[in-house]
């Protein structure tokens, strides 16, 4: 069984509205070394990881009704045998357990043995663009796959850069979204941003302010790209 195939299918399955119980108890009864087995470099888990975070935050809130102020650290999510938050598959898993209130600088004190057993060996700035946590301003949701992860993430990329960044030439400002600030460590400060902003959008920031965006938490929920 390829896993990574699972959980692009488990993402389908929520997006169409179909009975996802099979793919939940084929997640659920994974070997516990099957993590390590098959998801053997950074790409593979990514593509993993990403699908099953913007699958899970769906299923957590549609169908199990958790409440949106306990969602991420609710340890609701069965895989291989072992229950898992969103927050475990963002912060520990994705972003190599990095303190959650850190902005990316700092990592957590006593991160969780099988977390680190399974971690990507380095953060991806990008992921932050492909993970989708129900609100107005999240990126939204697309299908990824091990074999095409980084085209797909620069996609996200471009895509999600495009629509949040605004420049004011008069008044010498690029505002883009409150992401950036959150993650600041992630992205290597202010520096990493201008680079990322020359890189997809080919922005020349130089003399330019950056301005974070009010961040919308309103809920949106099925926001899928098309």
Known sequence: MNITKLSE?????????????????KLETLHQNTFENQLKNDD?????????????FQ???QIKNVDK????????????????????IEHGILRKYRYKYSLGYFPQLFPDKKIKK?????????????????AESCPPIRFYSAEKIN?????????????ETEIFQEK???????????FLGDFKSYKGIRNILKKYLDINTKGYKIIF??????????NYSE
Not at 44 to 56: G, L, R, S, V
Not at 173 to 180: G, N, Q, T, V
């Open 9 to 25: 299918e488990l993402l389908l399955a929520v997006k169409t509205n179909k009975d996802i119980s099979l793919h939940l108890k």
């Open 44 to 56: 593979d888990k990514k593509a993993f990881w990403i699908n099953i975070y913007n699958a899970f």
């Open 59 to 61: 299923v957590l809130r």
């Open 69 to 88: 102020s306990k969602i991420y650290t609710a340890k609701e999510i069965k895989l291989a045998q072992q229950y898992w938050s969103l927050d475990d």
């Open 118 to 134: 399974i971690a990507v060996s380095s953060i991806d700035y990008r992921i932050h663009f492909a993970l989708n946590c129900g």
């Open 151 to 163: 085209e797909q993430l620069d996609l996200a990329t471009i895509s999600f850069l495009e629509s």
């Open 172 to 182: 010498k400002e690029i505002h883009i979204s409150k992401l950036f600030k959150w």
């Open 213 to 222: 965006k009010p961040y919308s938490w309103k809920e949106q929920l099925n």
